[in-house]
């Protein structure tokens, strides 16, 4: 990492360390061959990768958002699972009470919008609030940090905040998305669901309109839920990577309040992550 | 900002995720929270019968007292009745007694009396008849004056 530019600096920070299948170059990590510091600039090498991980096509991976998410959500479910397997109903340990207090937490939301039974929107919502969370927490380790690490092991790009990556909220999206769509059907069956689509607002006679303006509906919820978590991320996360750009002994006065700041938006994005989730359940099982 | 696999990946370590918590998260914690609940309520409901039987037991408790008290008073003024009839009637028979000691002290004082007084009366006749042999200077025939000195015996 050693960044010529502000604008090479931004783009490498925003550059996932990409693995996939090349049209040239077959399977690879995404960076070009033959890169020479001695000659070429790094930032040519960020854009050459950049374009590299484009030409991937959906044939890749972002190795760091795997990564990163799946080792944080191990980590949220190690310490829940500890705290579920000795969970007493007598006096609860510091663990316990912890995990208790987000549970009910959670479990209190969904009572208060989700009126049906069902065994899976309680650890579905806990799953998004926690693993949401965690990976937006991420936003709050100093932006240089873990990348000048792993450039000392050798690693060119590591994007730590997997929410800033689309392909990390849109994947919870469509797991969401098909969630609505099963229990949509499951609750009204296949005819009730169709006909939601197709014969409201207008009736029977104005089908195609009904369906375009239904379809819509139904589509723009996968797509906000996802683009609003990411979006957000996104920006919190590129605000500081623009402040780690200012000279170091006056970056603490914009860093400081924007990552104070940035407590209240990491938790209030996992909230509203969920929040949705159960609200697009809730009306999944409701008949109009 | 490329879509790709890491997309799917996401997708399917979420249902893992979500899997593992229905699986090993959520059901041990919940049923800990209602178990936790339930422990709550009924400690609530024992402690509210607990409150009611203790009142019940003071009612009980005062009620016991107070009849005890009542008896023990009872026994008491029985108890002083009962001493005050005993006092009473030893002091009338001590009286009785005395009395009857009295009167039969009396007569057995009358009969000494009379006794003695028949002894004198016995007596007096013959000390008439030795006074009036003195004064006279002869010896008087006690028989021929019998009657004048039982006479005089009995006018004593």
Redesign the interface.
């Known amino acids: 990492m050693a960044a010529e530019t502000a604008g090479g600096y931004i783009v490498h920070h925003l550059t996932n360390l990409t693995f996939g299948k090349h049209p040239v170059e077959g399977w690879t990590f995404a960076y070009p061959r033959g890169f020479d510091p001695a000659v070429h600039s790094h930032d040519m090498q960020y854009t050459m990768t950049g374009k590299m991980a484009s030409e991937m096509g959906f044939m890749a991976i972002h190795v760091d958002t795997m990564l990163w998410s799946i080792g944080l959500g191990a980590l949220f479910v190690f310490f829940f699972a500890k705290a579920a397997k000795y969970a007493t109903s007598g006096v609860p340990g510091g663990l316990q009470n912890f995990v208790e207090l987000i549970i009910e937490f959670v479990d209190t939301n969904i009572k208060d919008t989700f009126s049906g039974k069902s065994t899976l929107i309680g650890p579905l919502s806990l799953t998004i609030f926690c693993w949401v969370f965690l990976m937006n927490l991420m936003d709050l380790v100093p932006v240089d940090l873990v990348p000048n690490i792993a450039y000392a092991l050798g690693i060119e790009y590591m994007k730590i905040v997997p929410t800033t990556d689309v392909n990390a909220t849109l994947g919870m999206a469509i797991g969401v998305f098909c969630l609505i769509i099963f229990y949509s059907i499951k609750q009204k069956g296949l005819g009730g669901f169709v006909g939601e689509l197709t014969l409201q607002p207008f009736g029977k006679w104005m089908i195609p309109f009904n369906l375009l303006l239904e379809g819509v509906g139904l589509l723009a919820k996968p797509v906000s839920l996802s683009l609003r978590l990411f979006g957000n991320l996104y920006a919190g996360e590129l605000i500081f990577i623009l402040i780690a750009l200012m000279p170091f002994w006056i970056q603490f006065t914009l860093s400081v309040p924007w990552a104070i700041f940035h407590i209240l938006v990491i938790v209030l994005q996992a909230f509203i992550f969920m929040m949705l989730t159960i609200v697009y359940l809730a009306m999944a099982h409701e008949h109009h | ?11 399917i ?3 893992i ?2 899997w ?3 699986k ?10 209602n ?2 609940q ?2 709550i309520a009924q400690g609530l409901a024992d402690a509210d019968k607990a409150a009611k039987e203790l009142d019940v037991a003071q009612a009980k408790i005062e009620e016991q007292v107070r009849d005890a008290k009542e008896e023990a008073s009872r026994i008491l003024e029985q108890a002083r009745k009962q001493a005050a009839q005993t006092v009473e009637d030893a002091q009338a028979k001590a009286r009785a007694e005395g009395e009857k000691l009295i009167e039969q002290a009396k007569a057995d004082i009358d009969q000494e009396v009379n006794a003695a007084r028949e002894a004198l009366r016995g007596q007096v006749s013959t000390l008439a008849v030795a006074g009036a042999s003195k004064i006279l200077g002869k010896a008087v025939d006690a028989d021929a004056h019998a009657e004048l000195i039982d006479q005089l015996a009995k006018e004593l």
Do not use: D, I, Y
């Open positions: 900002m490329n879509l790709n696999m890491t997309l799917v990946g996401q997708l370590s979420f249902a995720f979500v593992f918590c229905m090993f998260v959520w059901p041990p914690v919940m049923a800990a929270l178990e936790r339930e422990k």
